[in-house]
Structure formats: structure tokens, C-alpha cells
């Protein structure tokens, strides 16, 4: 069972972050290691063509590894990206984002995690990333 759930995971962020809270995110489904996030796209993150921007998946991607691990190991705001690598697939249409996000290896120092974004309706994702995530020690 997590620790955090989906609700307070969003009011630690805008807590903690709230430079972020303006993304238009919600927390669709949370498990031990599994995470859906939703996220609503405006203009600005649309790049010229009317496609969604390689940075807002990444933000949407580093977020969804960041609130996986967390639902895992409680409110631990210095927990970083330690590497994100992303392959965008095919083109995000503007409107809806969602990332489903699974965690590989939970680790005392390490977390390594599987995100696919997906666009609307489509059933393919757009792009598929690897993230791992450094766990500072516990004092």
C-alpha cells in the first residue's frame, strides 16, 4: 500500500513546488508500482505546429517518477532525477497528456522507473522514457 496518496501527494507539491502547480495535472490511479497522471495542455505548451513540446513530456515524465517514488517512500522532497532519457515516438496532439508510470527497482539509495505518454485517445504512446531517481539517506 502507498504512503502518500494521490491528494497528498498533489498538496505536497503545491506545498513544496509551487512553481509547478499551474500544470494541470491530477493523479488518475496510484498503486505500490504503478501510477497514472493526467495532464491538461494550453498554448503554452505548445511548440509551432501545434504540437505538444519535448520539454512538457519530459516535466510530465520527471514528475510522474517523482510522485511514484514518493507514494513509495513518504514526503522526501531532495529525492532527484538522477538520469531521464526520453524517446519521443510519434506527435502529441494538444489537449490531454496522459503517463503511465511503473517502478523497476526500489533501492535504499536508487529507484529506476518505466514512464509511456500518451496523447487524447491514442493508444500508442508518444514517448517512452527511463528515469532513476537518487534517494537521499535517511538521517
Known amino acids: 500500500m502507498p504512503l502518500m496518496t494521490g491528494e497528498e501527494l498533489l498538496e505536497f507539491q503545491r506545498r513544496e513546488f509551487p512553481q509547478t502547480v499551474d500544470m494541470g495535472i491530477s493523479v488518475e490511479e496510484l498503486s505500490d508500482t504503478h501510477i497514472v497522471i493526467g495532464m491538461k ?11 505538444v513540446s519535448g520539454p512538457t513530456m519530459m516535466e510530465l ?4 517518477m517523482y510522485f511514484l517514488l514518493l507514494a513509495q517512500i513518504g514526503p522526501v522532497a531532495l529525492a532527484v532525477t538522477t538520469n531521464l532519457s526520453i524517446n519521443f515516438l510519434r506527435k502529441p496532439e494538444p489537449g490531454s497528456l496522459r503517463a503511465t508510470g511503473k517502478l523497476l527497482k526500489l533501492g535504499r539509495s536508487l529507484a529506476v522507473g518505466e514512464i509511456s505518454i500518451f496523447s487524447g485517445d491514442m493508444s500508442e504512446p508518444v514517448a517512452h ?11
Open 129 to 139: 522514457v527511463t528515469t532513476t531517481y537518487s534517494i537521499p539517506p535517511k538521517r
Open 41 to 51: 495542455t494550453t498554448d503554452r505548451h505548445l511548440r509551432p505546429g501545434g504540437t
Open 61 to 64: 515524465a520527471d514528475l510522474t
